[in-house]
């Protein structure tokens, strides 16, 4: 992938000026087949807050991360992908690599994919809030923000 000058994620085509790398606002999901968690999260707090998970499928899954979307202007959007614990992929690491590429493919923004075993179990663990898919998705986030330079 091409890099651009707001930091290491991929060059977009843009209209506005590019968003210094510090001001990155990402948003990310914890893709399960009845819930998707979701998060929404900046680089310069490199912190994650949980929003409202969707309780969709199909298009209306998609209809409802096109309304996040429009709504936190993300610079990128994160994935969780779950592995076995000795990181052989399983049936949930395809579908959500599946809707990784969809979400690319539907919204043009860069995906980055990260690795989320046992982030459901630690966010029930922290309590950090009710819904346990929106924790994942934060503790997912925050992972990837942890990586970024």
Not at 83 to 89: I, L, W, Y
């Amino acid at each position: 992938m091409k890099s651009d000058e707001r930091g290491d994620l991929p060059a977009q085509a843009s209209e506005s000026a590019p968003v210094p790398a510090h001001l990155q606002t990402f948003l990310a999901f914890d893709y399960g087949l009845r819930r998707t968690g979701v998060a929404v999260g900046t680089r310069l707090l490199r912190s994650a807050s949980p929003q409202a998970s969707i309780h969709a499928a199909g298009d209306a899954r998609f209809a409802e991360v096109a309304r996040r979307i429009r709504a936190w202007q993300p610079d990128a959007l994160v994935v969780g992908v779950p592995f076995h614990p000795d990181g052989a992929s399983h049936e949930n690491t395809v579908r959500a690599r599946k809707f990784a590429r969809k979400l690319h493919g539907r919204f043009g923004l860069p995906v980055y994919e990260v690795d989320e075993r046992y982030s459901t179990t630690a966010a029930l663990a922290e309590a950090r809030t009710p819904d346990a898919d929106a924790g994942a998705a934060c503790i997912i986030l925050e992972q990837f923000l942890r990586s970024l330079p």
